[in-house]
């Protein structure tokens, strides 16, 4: 499978630059190869007999569709083109344009009329920078409610590339592109909703340049994932012990469905570090788990939870901390003592916060993972 990168705007514009500039790999064979990905996917989705529109911008998300359009052209009799801005052709568009002029593909500046079947989204890529108004803003609102099925080429134009907001409006696609390499616009705020389903094609960018980038999000594929093998013979020892602590009288159901992941994971032994005043529930709910109570005050740990994890904390090689903890001083704590152990630990919710609190302890030689919703950790 192609690896699924994942990049912001400049990120992304400085690897197709540097594609052209260090490896010398003309901008036109990147295009020719987006746009023949591109046109594959799209024949999946149109049958011959639908009527198709490529709407094309004044970059080379434009030339793009233009490109696209010259690939289509033979299966798809009923194929029209929108260029609004001819004067403001990027270099590379004025060269498609040429040729679907010489191929007679029909055109013209405005929408049309007749609604189409099929919309291909060429308006605005990786270039948007900054609100859409005036004409292309009518246009999108036009294909938006046309009912017709929507295909965005690398972005759905008018969201941000970035931190997926809609600048002034954005293209609602039912299917997006995305060329090289995914953008963070696609995976955060409105840009997941505008997307639909979302496609990755490979256009011939060398590899090297994703792996020396500074972006370090990726994508998990399948094959990221490794889960260890597990022998006949094995025992509950054989697969860790995890010790969970969370939990507070007004949420104890975060701990619990974070102890379902657990135990689907395969781990050996877990246990839960609660505080006294939940664990009755949490006994009624599971019988795959332990139970480490904790003195209580108010209904969160009271300041005896410190001793009973130092008094703990070596029969365990796992700790996961934070759900349903509650912001506190005991938090805190707790979080502090686990950092500063050598086990493995997973952070979560509250937790995140806390941690906070000590930054520097988050640099440790052991594994910690932090698994923040995206908006309690802004890019
Ligand atoms: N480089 C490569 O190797 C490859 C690139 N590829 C393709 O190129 C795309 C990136 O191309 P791009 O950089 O030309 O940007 P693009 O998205 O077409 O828009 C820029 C134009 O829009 C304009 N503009 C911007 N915002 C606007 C607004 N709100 N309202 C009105 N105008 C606005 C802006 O004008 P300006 O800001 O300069 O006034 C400029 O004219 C990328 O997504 C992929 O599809 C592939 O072919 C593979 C090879
Ligand atoms: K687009």
Known sequence: ???????????????????????????????????????????????????????????????????????????????????????????DEKI????????????????????????????????????????????????????????????????????GNVLGCAIHADYTISLDCYKQGQWLNEGKNHCGKLYLVDIGIPQILHQKCMDKIKILNEEDIHLPNRPLNAHKSTFGKALMIGGSQNMHGAIHMASLSAYKSGIGTLTLMVPECISNVLAIKSDFYMLLQCADR????????????KQNINNYSIISIGNGMQKNNITIALVEQALKSDKKIVLDADALWAAQKNIEL??????????????????
């Open 1 to 91: 499978m192609y690896p699924a990168f994942i990049h912001t705007q400049t990120t992304a514009r400085n690897i197709d630059h540097a594609a052209i500039k260090t490896y010398q790999i003309p901008s036109l064979i990147l295009m020719e190869h987006a746009a023949l990905k591109s046109a594959e996917i799209i024949e999946q989705i149109a049958n011959t007999n639908q009527s198709i529109c490529i709407l094309c911008g004044p970059g080379n998300n434009g030339a793009d569709g233009l490109a696209i359009a010259r690939l289509l052209q033979p299966k798809y009799p009923n194929l029209y083109v929108v260029v609004p801005e001819i004067k403001k052709m990027s270099e």
């Open 96 to 163: 498609q344009f040429q040729m679907i002029q010489n191929l007679k593909i029909p055109f013209s500046q405005n929408l049309p009329n007749v609604t189409y079947d099929i919309y291909i989204d060429c308006l605005f890529g990786n270039g948007l920078s900054r609100d859409i108004t005036g004409f292309y803003k009518t246009m999108i609102q036009n294909v938006n409610t046309s009912h017709s099925t929507i295909i965005s080429i690398d972005m759905p134009s008018g969201i941000d590339s970035t931190m």
């Open 298 to 309: 108010n209904g969160i740990f009271s300041s005896k939870a410190i001793d009973l994890l």
């Open 362 to 379: 988050l640099k440790r030689s052991e594994t910690t993972i932090l698994t923040p919703h995206i908006k309690k950790c802004p890019i």
